[in-house]
């Protein structure tokens, strides 16, 4: 079964809008992290934001911000404003658990175009 | 302040040879994780060095393996390549010790192999 699943192959959004890149996870385990990265066509994955599932508040980093909805395991991104610059592939990821390593558990990715 | 740096960025192998992939850690970083990146998909874990030693392997054979130095730089090998094997492979580098919520990973840009 697939931990982490992103449904929206592609999006498209006009620049300055807002746009939701949904996320489910599927995990047994009561202690996890979420994390999306951002992917330009350069390849290096750029971190933007966490959530712990722990944590009490949404997260928020600038013009992203993290909506965890625990109860329906969603950890939809939200980018306001969008940007020229924000066109990339978007994937979250899931970390289980006690594991404090490098293992994160990816989803598909998301394609996020922004149209001038 | 450099961050992860993966070499080469780019390299053609034909089938049943043999590859080595380097990367040097951000500063003051002291873990190493690969990830395989196929086509349109997201990155899946193949393990991850902590000082010098595998510490957790995700759902790879054998053919890959690992190493990392006492400078925290790391080398992954594929011996005995198969077309399937082709993908960005992606190295990943983070600070062990902090808790499991802030420990970020830092990805480089990737080494991509074609295999032929």
């Known amino acids: 079964a697939q931990k982490i699943t992103q449904t929206q192959p592609g999006m498209f959004v006009q620049e300055k809008e807002a746009v939701t890149l949904d996320c489910t996870y599927d995990t047994s385990d009561p202690s996890y992290g979420l994390f999306w990265y951002k992917q330009p066509s350069s390849g290096e994955m750029i971190f933007l934001i966490y959530q712990g599932s722990y944590d009490q508040q949404n997260a928020t980093e600038g013009r992203y911000s993290l909506n965890f909805q625990k109860a329906r395991k969603s950890a939809n991104l939200v980018i306001s404003a969008s940007q020229l610059g924000d066109s990339a592939m978007y994937f979250c990821a899931m970390r289980e658990g006690s594991n404090q390593g490098g293992k994160l558990i990816f989803g598909q990715g998301t394609e996020l175009s922004v149209k001038p | 302040d450099a961050g992860v740096t993966q070499s080469p960025t780019h390299l053609i192998k034909t089938r049943g040879q043999q590859v080595t992939l380097r990367c040097s850690p951000k500063?003051?970083?002291?873990?190493v994780s690969w990830y395989q990146q196929a086509l349109g998909q997201g990155p899946q874990f193949i393990f991850q060095?902590?000082?010098?030693?595998?510490?957790q392997r995700g759902n790879f054979p054998d053919r890959f393996s690992g190493h990392q130095f006492p400078n925290y730089s790391s080398e992954l090998n594929v011996n005995a390549l198969l077309l399937g094997d082709s993908a960005l492979y992606l190295c990943?580098?983070?600070?062990?010790?902090?808790?499991?919520?802030?420990?970020?990973?830092?990805f480089g840009a990737g080494s991509r192999l074609t295999v032929l």
């Open positions: 990943a580098s983070s600070f062990l010790p902090l808790g499991a919520g802030a420990n970020v990973l830092t």
């Open positions: 500063s003051g970083h002291d873990t």
């Open positions: 060095y902590y000082e010098e030693e595998e510490r």
